[in-house]
């Protein structure tokens, strides 16, 4: 009974949205509005610092890469499953329904995330991936 308050604290207090930490608000549903190549990615962080990417590239079917995530005052950064870490660290800015990141390498790029459910068509047709270089 206290994990399900903690969730519904955590990631389930729709009406005090102002209330909640950067953290708490991060921990939801997301689907990229726009990327800078061909492809779609949703993405699903939980109040126990795992994370979820559905990720597919082109026309091909969506992938499934699972892991951990670490916030830092706006600073997320995450590793694999596998234990390799992500390519790179986010600066995130968080605006009502709206996920700003901003990658930390030479390329900058920012990506802008709309709080969304993933469709249940995503998560079974999903790949699992165990990711690696």
Excluded at 35 to 63: C, N
Excluded at 89 to 111: F, Q, R
Aim: proline residues 1%; aromatic residues 10%; hydrophobic residues 35%.
């Amino acid at each position: 009974m206290l994990c399900a308050a903690l969730l519904i604290v955590a990631c389930g207090n729709k009406n005090g949205d102002k209330n909640l930490t950067l953290e708490e608000k991060l921990c939801t549903e997301w689907h990229s509005e726009a990327l800078s190549v061909d492809g779609d990615v949703y993405l699903h962080f939980e109040i126990d610092k795992t994370f979820e990417i559905y990720q597919r590239i082109g026309e091909g079917a969506y992938r499934l890469y699972r892991g951990t995530w670490n916030l830092e005052e706006n600073l997320l950064t995450g590793k694999y499953n596998d234990g390799e870490d992500w390519a790179a660290g986010y600066n995130i800015e968080i605006n009502g329904n709206t996920l700003t990141m901003t990658s930390l390498n030479d390329a900058a790029e920012v990506t802008v995330y709309t709080k969304t459910a993933i469709p249940e068509s995503v998560k079974n047709g999903s790949e699992t991936i165990v990711k690696s270089i």
